[in-house]
């Protein structure tokens, strides 16, 4: 079994530019124990990365909590896995009226039992595939999902009107290669964690 520490998780909001309560802070920490201790085993996250797994999936599914304003009130986080980023963005956002979408079974069991355990009464698990959604949301959220352009497909149709995909980009994304034709991208680079992918906030112009 490893180790959590639950401290420094101030330190990390302020890493990614998103400020944390004492709440959430305290929430991050039982996240992270329950990704190492019960996750890890289910192989939701890698085995290499259980010693790693703040700055390599938990950071960087919070640095998206910054483009999550006033004027968005409902989500879907697409192929959510073990909720990154959903979970995370629930903590940092409690405001966030958000749906993991997760159609594996073990995974979607997973995802309730953290959402019970932590408390995220804005949260539920859709255990269906992402084409069966309906209700229009405000954004839709890709980490690990699918490639830009069936991330965009998949989102599409459940955004509203001036909804957003915000999607996480590997290194290798080119914006004039890979921004589906017709759309507006803007590029947000994360300072604070050295060697992570761009986000890349898509909509209709």
């Not at 329950?34 to 010693?51: K, S």
């Amino acid at each position: 079994m490893f180790h959590v520490k639950h401290e420094g998780w101030g330190e990390g909001g302020e890493r990614v530019g998103v400020p944390l309560s004492a709440a959430a802070a305290e929430q991050l920490a039982i996240y992270e124990r329950l990704l190492i201790e019960r996750g890890g085993p289910m192989g939701l996250v890698a085995r290499n990365d259980l010693t790693r797994i703040r700055e390599r999936h938990i950071l960087d599914s919070l640095r998206a909590a910054r483009l999550v304003d006033v004027g968005t009130r409902s989500g879907y986080d697409l192929g959510s896995g073990g909720g990154l980023p959903g979970v995370v963005l629930a903590i940092a956002r409690p405001e966030l009226e958000l749906s993991l979408v997760e159609v594996r079974r073990n995974r979607a069991d997973f995802l309730r039992d953290a959402v019970e355990e932590l408390d995220l009464r804005r949260v539920h698990v859709y255990a269906r595939r992402a084409e069966t959604l309906r209700e229009r949301r405000d954004v839709c959220f890709a980490r690990a999902f699918a490639p830009i352009r069936e991330a965009w497909v998949a989102s599409e149709r459940v955004l509203g009107d001036g909804g957003r995909l915000i999607y996480w980009a590997g290194r290798s994304f080119h914006a004039g290669r890979d921004v589906p034709e017709g759309l507006t991208a803007v590029i947000h680079r994360s300072e604070g964690l050295p060697g992570a992918g761009a986000l890349v906030e898509l909509r209709r112009p």
